[in-house]
C-alpha cells in the first residue's frame, strides 16, 4: 500500500482491501478506477515495474455500488428530469422531516420522500406544506408525501422536551437560538406572561429557570400540548396554563374582574376560563410581572393595543412596569423606525428611546423576523397618553436626529388611547 500511495481505491465508506472467499490466505488490494487495465499502464512506470517484480497477480474485479451506497443527492439527481432542483434539505421535527417542495415537484413528490426516509435513519415520516397559513391557529396544513401517517412525535430544545402533533400545532425548530436568547435575559424569580405561548418553547424554559410563568394560546390543540409539556418537563408547580383570546388573558391578569367567555372546545379542563382567577389567586388589582411575550409574528403587533390603558395606576406605583417582547414580520426595505413606528400606532402612544429591535432571521428573500422589546411607559399602561396626527413620535425625533440610519424613512402616526 505504501507503494501504490494514489494508485489505491478510495471511496467513502468503502475498503480498498478485501477478501477473496475462495482463496482465504489472500487479499485483494484494489485499485484507483483510473488504473483501467492488468499491465497497469496507468501507474508511473517506476512503481510499475517494482509492483509488477513482487509477488503479486494483477486481476479485474468488478464491484457494484448499489442502491444502499449512494447518498440521496445523488439519487435524486439521477430519478429527476435534468434541470430539476434536487431537494435535498429539510426541517427535522422528530421522526418527521418537512419539505417544501416547488410546484415543478410535485408530480415527483412520493419518490423524493421516498429517498429521502431511506436515507435518513433517523426519520420515518416526510410532509410537505400545502398552501399557506390561512387559519386563525395560525398552523400550516401538511401532507404526508412518504413513510408514516403519525405526525404525533417529540423533540428536545436544549434541557426542554416539547411532545407535540406537526400537523395540529405550531413548531419551527430553526428559532430554537431565539427561545434561548430571550430566556436567558430572564432572572430566577421573575415573573413571565407569555400571551401566545403555543406548546410551550418560551415557557417551559422560563420556568425551568426558575420563573414563574402565566402562559396561553388560543389554539385548544396548542394548549393540550402546553399542558402536557408542563407535566413532561416538571414545571407545573410554577406554570399556569389557559386558553382563551390573548387580549382577555392579559385583562384578565391586569384586571382580575375583567370577564371572559368560557371556552367549550377544550380536552379536559372544561372550566379553563372560567374559574382562573379564583384557581390562581390572583390579587385585587391585578398582578405584577416582569415580562410579556407577544410570539405570533404575523399579527402579535395588533394585540399591543391591550396594554392601552390596562394596569392599575395604584397597584403599580413604585413598581418597573413590564418589558414587552413582540414578535413581528418586516420587508427586507423597512427599519427598525418603520417597525418602531407600527408597534406604537397599536400602542396609542409613543415608546421610550431605550426600545431594542433584534433581528431573529430572514424567512424569505423579502421577508424577516424581529423582535422588538420595549419597558411599558407608563402614560401607555395607565391610559394617559393621547396623541394628534401632528405630534411627533419618539420614532420620528430619532429618523429627525439620522440614528441607525433611517433618515429617509420619516412617518407620522396618529394614535388614541
Not at 489472500?26 to 512503481?47: F, G, H, P
Not at 393621547?386 to 405630534?391: D, M, N, P
Request: net charge negative.
Amino acid at each position: 500500500m505504501k507503494l501504490l500511495n494514489g494508485y489505491t481505491f478510495d471511496k467513502p465508506r468503502l475498503r480498498c482491501i478485501l477478501s477473496e472467499p475462495d482463496r482465504p490466505d489472500s487479499r485483494l488490494l484494489l485499485l484507483a478506477e483510473k488504473v483501467q487495465n492488468e499491465e497497469l499502464t496507468d501507474i508511473r512506470s517506476d512503481v510499475r515495474e517494482k509492483v509488477l517484480q513482487s509477488s503479486v497477480e494483477v486481476v479485474t474485479y468488478d464491484l457494484t455500488l448499489e442502491y444502499s451506497y449512494w447518498p440521496a443527492e445523488h439519487i435524486l439527481k439521477r430519478l429527476l428530469p435534468e434541470g430539476c432542483e434536487v431537494p435535498t434539505s429539510f426541517e427535522s421535527v422528530g421522526h418527521i422531516a418537512h419539505v417544501n417542495l416547488r410546484d415543478e415537484l410535485l408530480p415527483f413528490k412520493n419518490i423524493i420522500g421516498q429517498v429521502l426516509v431511506d436515507k435518513n435513519p433517523s426519520i420515518r415520516t416526510i410532509v410537505n406544506k400545502v398552501g399557506t397559513i390561512e387559519n386563525k391557529y395560525r398552523v400550516f396544513q401538511m401532507e404526508v408525501i412518504a413513510g408514516e401517517s403519525d405526525l404525533e412525535t417529540e423533540v428536545k430544545q436544549y434541557k426542554a422536551r416539547f411532545r407535540l402533533n406537526y400537523g395540529e400545532v405550531y413548531w419551527n425548530s430553526r428559532l430554537e437560538q431565539e427561545h434561548k436568547r430571550l430566556v436567558d435575559t430572564f432572572r430566577p424569580g421573575q415573573v413571565v406572561v407569555d400571551m401566545m405561548a403555543g406548546i410551550g418553547p418560551f415557557a417551559v424554559p422560563a420556568a425551568q429557570k426558575g420563573c414563574s410563568v402565566y402562559a396561553n394560546d388560543l389554539n385548544p390543540k396548542s394548549y393540550h400540548y402546553l399542558t402536557v409539556n408542563i407535566k413532561l418537563n416538571k414545571v407545573d408547580n410554577i406554570v399556569k396554563a389557559s386558553c382563551m383570546d390573548a387580549r382577555d388573558f392579559m385583562r384578565l391578569l391586569c384586571n382580575p374582574g375583567h370577564s371572559c367567555s368560557p371556552r367549550n372546545d377544550l380536552e379536559g379542563d372544561q372550566d379553563n376560563a372560567e374559574n382562573l382567577v379564583e384557581r390562581w389567586k390572583l390579587p385585587e388589582g391585578g398582578l405584577h410581572f416582569h415580562h410579556a411575550i407577544l410570539n405570533l409574528p404575523a399579527t402579535a403587533v395588533e394585540f399591543l393595543d391591550v396594554f392601552n390603558g390596562c394596569f392599575n395606576q395604584e397597584r403599580w406605583r413604585d413598581v418597573p412596569l413590564p418589558f414587552i417582547h413582540c414578535y413581528t414580520f418586516a420587508k427586507a426595505a423597512e427599519t427598525d423606525a418603520d417597525i418602531i413606528s407600527r408597534a406604537e400606532a397599536a400602542l396609542g402612544g409613543a415608546l421610550s428611546k431605550g426600545c431594542q429591535v433584534h433581528l431573529v432571521r430572514d424567512v424569505a428573500p423579502n421577508k424577516r423576523m424581529f423582535c422588538l422589546s420595549f419597558q411599558l411607559p407608563e402614560a401607555i399602561a395607565f391610559g394617559q397618553g393621547v396623541r394628534t396626527a401632528e405630534a411627533p413620535t419618539d420614532a420620528d425625533e430619532r429618523l429627525n436626529n439620522g440614528e441607525s440610519g433611517h433618515q429617509d424613512k420619516k412617518q407620522k402616526i396618529a394614535g388614541a388611547c
